[in-house]
C-alpha cells in the first residue's frame, strides 16, 4: 500500500489498525493539491475519520469494503463532447439553477483525456464536438486526476464506487435549494460548515488548520464530507441519480451523478 496519513479526532494512527473491517461504513473522496482527501464515515457509531491519500488507487485499496465510496470527479467518459456536456452534466445544471449552474464542468471526452498538453487536448475536443467546442484551462487542469480515476474504474466498480457532485449534495442538505453564495467566498464556505453540522459532521477550525499544513484547502475538506455524506444515502437507499441505464460509456461506465 502506498504511504497515507489518517487522522482520528486529530490523532496520527497506523492504518494497519484501520477498524474498518469491523464497522459498516461509506466514504468520500475529494481530489486536492495534496493526492486525496478522503472522508470515512462509520454507519453504527457515527464517527468519523480523516485520510489523505497520494492517488486514486491508494484511495480505493483503503476503502475497500466501503458500503458506498463517494467521488467527486466524472466517472464514464463520452467519445465526441455533445453541448451541454453528458445527459447527467445538463440535469444537474438545471437541478443548480440560478445560482450554481456554472460549478458543472461537462465532463471532457476521453480521446482529450490521453493528451499531455493543453492545446492537444483542446483541439482534440474541437475535432469531436460537432458544435466545435473547445475545452477551458479549468477542466484541464482535472486531467491529472481524472486519469488516475478513469484507468481504474470498471463497471464492476460503480456498484460500490459513485460520481458525486458536492453542490448537488449541500443543495439536498438546503432542503433542495442551490446554495446562492459560491464556496470560493468565506460566507459561502461557512455556510457549507453549518449545513454539514446539521448533517451530523462537526468540522472545527483546528481540523481545516490540520489539514491546511498537509496540503488539503478548506474546500476540499468541505466537498469531501458532503460527497461522503452522499455516500451515506446511497448506502441506505436514499440516494437519487442523474443519468439514463443507457447512458453508458464506449468501456461500459454508467455515466451518472449522484447526490
Known sequence: MASVSLVLSHRSI???EHPHAIEAFVAGADG???GWF???HYLESGKTEHLMAPDF??????????????VDMPIGLPDRVEKGGR?????????LKPYRSSSVFSAPCRPALACKTYEKAAAVTRARSAAGQSLTRQSYGL???????????TAARQSTVHEVHPELSFARMNGGRPLEVSKQHREGQ??????????GFEITSISVKRMAKAGVGRIDVLDAHAVCWTAARIARGEGERLGRDTDVDARGLRMEMWF
Not at 488507487?57 to 463517494?70: D, I
Not at 461557512?190 to 448533517?199: H, V
Open 14 to 16: 497506523d492504518v494497519s
Open 32 to 34: 486536492c493539491h495534496a
Open 38 to 40: 478522503v472522508v470515512m
Open 57 to 70: 488507487a491508494t484511495v480505493l485499496e483503503v476503502c475497500a469494503g466501503a458500503r458506498a465510496l463517494g
Open 87 to 95: 445527459p447527467a452534466d445538463r440535469l444537474a445544471r438545471e437541478l
Open 143 to 153: 486531467f491529472p486526476k481524472l486519469r488516475e480515476v478513469d484507468e481504474l474504474m
Open 190 to 199: 461557512d455556510l457549507r460548515t453549518e449545513l454539514l453540522r446539521g448533517a
